[in-house]
């Protein structure tokens, strides 16, 4: 048992005690390895436990034979960082391994970096230091600004490295691991000049299940079990990368679902779009025979069946649907393809079942955009309301260009722009509708973590480090943009 030293310990113990007590394991995770390897979710515990990757990744860690891999998250308050799974303090692991998922959690990997002492850039550690490996939806892509800061990055899917990682890696030195590292295909390795060959993709998910090994009380997900029956996409919309870089598409066989849920009556289901999985029908079929209780991660509007929609209505009251733009022109040129009469159809059957709250997802700042494309999303709501709807939500997000997509090379329009369009979108709502918009700096900041090239991060790091000011230092690099 891990003894606190300070009140300000106490609390941070109390807190990882209070988190872990409140899961629920349904598989029994070994912690027998000896090359200890942190694996941290850089933002705080209810969004960690809700990623799928997260739950998955430290499983299969700990399957390796010399490994022992412990969870970890940030918390702004935090000073020792004790994991979730021991209470062991993470100056005690070798390897830091970062699930990277979402480009703002970038400030928070620097913030950790920086209370534990660790060098910003990769030239500067030295032995003592942990070695930083990075992983997750960001490393699909080989994103510049990892170059100076990682001393590994692992490209793809974790299920596909097990075997190279198994039998290479070891305890020793850091010196040797990092050269270890080098070796695989999938893996870029900056300080030696190593760039990766291939993405490694899982193309059998009945072979490894991704099933989490635990039910979390407090997440997104609450008490539900994590199923993904869907990787990649089978669509190619131009602003995501789901459908260009983890292609092609591949399901979980009902065959697994269903002796998956002979044993747990609460899940959740993850995909890039639920309502893409081919044997759908029978998937429903199967969870009401079984009396499962059920919530979705994504839908495409234009697959909700009738059959599907009172299924769901079952399940939750509100309804959540990507729309893109009230344009069908400009849905178009994202390659949304969806027309006006297949989005007003969906929206008329799901309050034809029951449903009574909408929330829709909008985005806005595209170089063909006109100001009635803006206007027409004050419409669309109008139009939408007449279907019955007592609640209409809208979130309204501002066009970021990002690496690995079909617009990658597009300018993010600047904030004087992107303000007048919101102030446009805004004046043309039904007066009782509100909108939440994104946060412009957030935005920015994804923008400039997709952007920046090497030999500047390089400079931001050596500039963060030598002053200290985190925050000083993004905030004008932001302002920048």
């Given at each position: 048992?891990?003894?606190?030293?300070?009140?300000?310990?106490v609390?941070?113990?109390?807190?990882?005690?209070?988190?872990?007590?409140?899961?629920?394991?349904?598989?029994?995770?070994?912690?027998?390895?000896d090359?200890?390897?942190?694996?941290?979710?850089?933002?705080?515990?209810?969004?960690?436990?809700?990623?799928?990757?997260?739950?998955?990744?430290?499983?299969?860690?700990?399957?390796?034979?010399?490994?022992?891999c412990?969870?970890?998250?940030?918390?702004?308050?935090?000073?020792r960082?004790?994991?979730?799974?021991t209470?062991?303090?993470?100056?005690?692991?070798?390897?830091?391994?970062f699930?990277?998922?979402?480009?703002?959690?970038?400030?928070?990997?620097?913030?950790?970096l920086?209370?534990?002492?660790?060098?910003?850039r990769?030239?500067?550690?030295?032995?003592?230091?942990?070695?930083?490996?990075?992983?997750?939806?960001?490393?699909?892509?080989?994103?510049?600004?990892?170059?100076?800061?990682?001393?590994?990055?692992l490209?793809?899917?974790?299920?596909?490295?097990?075997?190279d990682?198994n039998?290479?890696?070891?305890?020793?030195?850091?010196?040797?691991?990092?050269?270890?590292?080098?070796?695989?295909?999938?893996?870029?390795?900056?300080?030696?000049?190593?760039?990766?060959?291939?993405?490694a993709?899982?193309q059998?998910?009945?072979?490894?299940?991704?099933i989490?090994?635990?039910?979390?009380?407090?997440?997104?997900?609450?008490?539900?079990?994590?199923?993904e029956?869907?990787?990649g996409?089978?669509?190619?919309?131009?602003?995501?990368?789901?459908?260009?870089?983890?292609?092609?598409?591949?399901?979980l066989?009902?065959?697994?679902?269903?002796?998956?849920?002979?044993?747990n009556?609460?899940?959740?289901?993850?995909?890039?779009?639920?309502?893409?999985?081919?044997?759908?029908?029978?998937?429903?079929?199967?969870?009401?025979?079984?009396?499962?209780?059920?919530?979705v991660?994504?839908?495409?509007?234009?697959?909700?069946?009738?059959?599907?929609?009172?299924?769901?209505r079952?399940?939750?009251?509100?309804?959540?649907?990507?729309?893109?733009?009230?344009?069908?022109?400009?849905?178009?040129?994202?390659?949304?393809?969806?027309?006006?009469?297949?989005?007003e159809?969906?929206?008329?059957?799901?309050?034809?079942?029951?449903?009574?709250?909408?929330?829709?997802?909008?985005?806005?700042?595209?170089?063909?955009?006109?100001?009635?494309?803006?206007?027409a999303?004050?419409?669309?709501?109008?139009?939408?309301?007449?279907?019955?709807?007592?609640?209409?939500?809208?979130?309204?997000?501002?066009?970021?260009?990002?690496?690995?997509t079909?617009l990658e090379?597009?300018?993010?329009?600047?904030?004087?722009?992107l303000?007048?369009?919101?102030r446009?979108i805004s004046?043309?709502?039904?007066?009782?509708?509100?909108?939440?918009?994104?946060?412009?700096?957030?935005?920015?900041?994804?923008y400039?973590v997709?952007?920046?090239?090497?030999?500047?991060?390089n400079?931001?790091?050596?500039r963060?480090?030598?002053?200290?000011?985190?925050?000083?230092?993004?905030?004008?690099?932001?302002?920048?943009?």
């Amino acid at each position: 048992m891990r003894r606190p030293r300070n009140a300000r310990d106490v609390r941070e113990l109390g807190k990882i005690d209070l988190l872990r007590s409140s899961e629920k394991h349904i598989e029994e995770i070994d912690l027998k390895g000896d090359l200890m390897v942190a694996l941290i979710f850089p933002n705080n515990y209810e969004i960690a436990v809700s990623n799928l990757g997260f739950n998955l990744v430290w499983k299969y860690l700990n399957q390796l034979e010399h490994v022992r891999c412990e969870r970890f998250f940030f918390d702004e308050t935090f000073e020792r960082f004790y994991s979730l799974d021991t209470r062991t303090p993470i100056d005690q692991f070798r390897i830091w391994a970062f699930t990277f998922h979402f480009e703002n959690d970038l400030t928070n990997i620097l913030k950790l970096l920086l209370k534990k002492s660790v060098p910003l850039r990769n030239v500067d550690r030295s032995e003592s230091h942990p070695v930083l490996l990075f992983g997750g939806s960001l490393c699909y892509i080989d994103l510049p600004v990892l170059k100076p800061l990682a001393d590994v990055v692992l490209h793809g899917d974790i299920e596909p490295m097990l075997e190279d990682l198994n039998r290479s890696i070891y305890p020793t030195t850091r010196a040797e691991l990092i050269e270890m590292f080098s070796k695989f295909p999938f893996s870029t390795v900056p300080i030696l000049g190593k760039r990766f060959e291939r993405i490694a993709l899982c193309q059998d998910l009945d072979r490894f299940p991704p099933i989490s090994p635990l039910i979390p009380k407090h997440s997104e997900f609450a008490d539900k079990l994590l199923v993904e029956i869907e990787r990649g996409c089978v669509h190619r919309c131009s602003y995501c990368m789901m459908g260009r870089v983890k292609k092609p598409a591949r399901f979980l066989s009902l065959k697994t679902i269903e002796k998956t849920v002979e044993k747990n009556r609460s899940i959740g289901l993850i995909a890039s779009n639920v309502t893409d999985y081919p044997w759908l029908d029978e998937l429903i079929d199967l969870l009401e025979q079984r009396r499962v209780s059920v919530s979705v991660s994504s839908l495409r509007i234009d697959r909700l069946s009738e059959k599907f929609l009172k299924f769901l209505r079952k399940h939750q009251r509100s309804l959540t649907v990507a729309i893109e733009s009230a344009s069908e022109r400009i849905r178009n040129m994202l390659k949304k393809n969806l027309t006006d009469s297949q989005i007003e159809k969906a929206l008329s059957s799901a309050k034809d079942v029951g449903f009574e709250e909408l929330k829709m997802y909008f985005m806005f700042g595209f170089d063909e955009e006109t100001e009635d494309d803006l206007k027409a999303i004050g419409d669309f709501v109008r139009r939408t309301l007449k279907f019955g709807f007592k609640s209409i939500k809208l979130s309204i997000n501002p066009f970021v260009p990002k690496r690995g997509t079909e617009l990658e090379n597009r300018r993010m329009q600047d904030e004087k722009t992107l303000r007048e369009k919101m102030r446009i979108i805004s004046s043309y709502l039904p007066k009782h509708i509100k909108a939440q918009f994104e946060s412009l700096r957030e935005c920015k900041f994804q923008y400039m973590v997709n952007n920046l090239e090497e030999d500047l991060a390089n400079e931001i790091l050596e500039r963060i480090q030598n002053t200290k000011l985190l925050d000083e230092t993004l905030s004008d690099l932001i302002e920048a943009v």
